[in-house]
């Protein structure tokens, strides 16, 4: 039956409905706009500083000068983000503008500094950048805020942090070019220690196999032919010795020593003589180191000895003959004794030079290895001093902040207005909300309730109309009821109306700044 009830009401029942239940609808209805406003009137106000931080791209060319950070803008942020937003960083803040004095010594440092990040906002601002044929995001700037409940405040700790934040970018940058510079030049150092190593092992080797060096191949071979020439000709020179000796003894044998009626003082004078003509024509030929001139030298020097001796032998020979054949005898086994041991020299030297050459190819090889790893530590060497230059360029113009920075497009500054609560929004859905409630407060009253106050109502449970339909006839009490409740609903009103008022007037904006900001719209769109 109350389904067909409800079916058959119409929007002059539901009129009714609400002139009858009205006080049920208004009584909550104002009781949850109290509410709300309460709750707009008693949040405290948050102020958010915020400032906008530009990053600016590198003023040098890049083809000129590189960079040693070559991090993506966004990630080098977080990465300050992080070393910034630290327990320690943010308890020296929070003592320095002695924020949270009411939680400090209910609440660890740990608590505080979570509750400090929830205040801090760090928002990026992108870009599309199309490059190498795909779509990219490249970040231009970012904005850095603070919230606190004094806007004062906010400001201040807004600045600190753009502070910390720009002052940790070029420490961190600056420090990333040093570590780059000083590894760089370290490392240039050792290959220098093992250059130097290399050129002390390279100088050892060549002292080692000094005659077996690659370079020297050539005059080894040279000088082994000429060795084996010199050989040669030694060879034919003592053949040659031996045949003067052996026919010089084979004529010795036929003379005789001692010449009959010839004084033992009178020296053999054409013969020495003939002898020194024949030395003094030679000289004026060849040099004194020529064989022919060498082997007349030695045998004047036998004569002067054979007149210097007073042996009986000698002083018993006087036939010049057989002096002479005896000189030239003496001479050839001074000569073979000569060439003997300059064979033996020289064949040692043939021996050595031999040995050298052997070992040439092996010395090669463990040669070609020390210059091979000598030019690759120099090749290296240089590339680290070529990089080790461009670090320090790179240095510089961190220093001299020539690099990509940071600068501050927008300093924080104190804000005017609050940024939440948003009481204008909050008072207006607890009006909406506190409408929507009270028709519900009187919806579900009237559902409750199982009285007959309508025709069809009556009409519908009985089966049949009344005869007669005689209104709700008021009398005095109900009018004088009626009045005081118009009353005291005025006065409700009235005070919700002036306490809206006091609340904007001090938890949002005066009054007489909100009315001149109106007025001033107003005349802009009329």
């Keep these: 039956m109350s ?10 029942d539901y009129l009714q409905i609400i002139r009858r239940r009205k006080y049920t609808i208004i009584l909550p209805m104002l ?5 709300s406003i309460l709750v ?25 000068v590189k960079s040693t950070v070559v991090s993506f803008a966004d990630e080098r942020i977080q990465q300050i983000q992080q070393k910034l937003m630290t327990v320690d960083n943010i308890n020296r803040i929070i003592a320095k503008f002695k924020l949270y004095k009411k939680e400090k010594d209910a609440v660890n440092s740990e608590k505080l500094a979570e509750r400090f990040k929830e205040a801090t906002t760090l928002e990026l601002i992108n870009a599309d950048v199309i490059g190498k044929g795909k779509n990219s995001k490249a970040t231009l700037a970012f904005t850095l805020s603070f919230d606190n409940g004094v806007n004062v405040t906010a400001q201040k700790v807004a600045n600190e942090l753009v502070t910390l934040f720009l002052a940790e970018n070029i420490r961190s940058r600056t420090q990333r070019a040093e570590e780059s510079t000083k590894f760089l030049e370290e490392e240039a150092e050792k290959f220098k ?4 190593k290399t050129e002390n092992q390279l100088a050892e080797f060549k002292d080692k196999y000094s005659g077996s060096l690659p370079e020297l191949l050539p005059v080894n071979m040279a000088s082994m032919t000429k060795l084996e020439s010199t050989l040669q000709q030694l060879q034919l020179e003592e053949k040659m010795q031996v045949e003067k000796r052996d026919s010089a003894s084979s004529q010795l044998s036929t003379v005789s020593p001692v010449i009959i ?3 033992n003082n009178k020296e053999p004078l054409e013969t020495r003589s003939s002898v020194e003509a024949e030395y003094n024509s030679l000289l004026k030929k060849y040099s004194p180191n020529h064989p022919d001139v060498k082997a007349l030298k030695r045998k004047l020097e036998f004569f002067k000895n054979q007149k210097n001796s007073k042996s009986d032998q000698t002083s018993n020979i006087n036939n010049p003959v057989y002096l002479n054949l005896l ?3 003496n001479v050839a086994n001074i000569e073979l004794k000569n060439i003997a041991q300059q064979r033996i020299t020289f064949t040692e030297q043939l021996k050595k030079l031999e040995a050298n050459i052997a070992q040439t190819h092996q010395v090669e090889r463990g040669f070609n290895e020390l210059m091979r790893d000598l030019d690759n530590q120099k090749a290296k060497y240089n590339d680290l001093k070529a990089k080790s230059q461009e670090a320090i360029l790179s240095r510089n113009l961190e220093i001299e902040q020539k690099a990509e920075k940071f600068s501050l497009l927008e300093p924080p500054r104190v804000p005017e207005k609050p940024e939440k609560p948003n009481r204008i929004k909050l008072l207006f859905l607890g009006f909406v909300f506190s409408i929507i409630g009270g028709l519900a407060v009187g919806m579900l009253a009237e559902a409750m ?27 005095q009490d109900d009018i004088n009821r009626t009045r005081r409740n118009k009353i005291n609903l005025l006065i409700l009103v009235i005070f919700l109306i002036i306490g ?19 007025s001033d719209k107003l005349s802009m769109l009329l």
Excluded: C, W
Aim: glycine share 4%; proline share 6%.
């Design 3 to 12: 389904m067909e009830l409800e079916e058959e009401k119409s929007f002059k």
């Design 31 to 35: 009781g949850l706009l109290m509410l």
């Design 40 to 64: 707009a009137v008693i949040l405290p106000p948050v102020y958010r500083s915020k400032a906008t931080i530009l990053i600016e791209q590198q003023h040098i060319p890049s083809d000129l």
């Design 193 to 196: 220690v093992e250059i130097q």
């Design 261 to 263: 009626d010839m004084g």
């Design 327 to 329: 000189g030239e005898i």
């Design 449 to 475: 309730d199982t009285s007959i106050r309508s025709y069809s109502a009556l009409t519908n449970l009985v089966g049949a109309e009344p005869l007669v339909v005689i209104p709700y006839i008021e009398n």
């Design 500 to 518: 809206a008022i006091v609340a904007v007037h001090f938890f949002y904006m005066p009054i007489d700044v909100l009315y001149d900001k109106v």
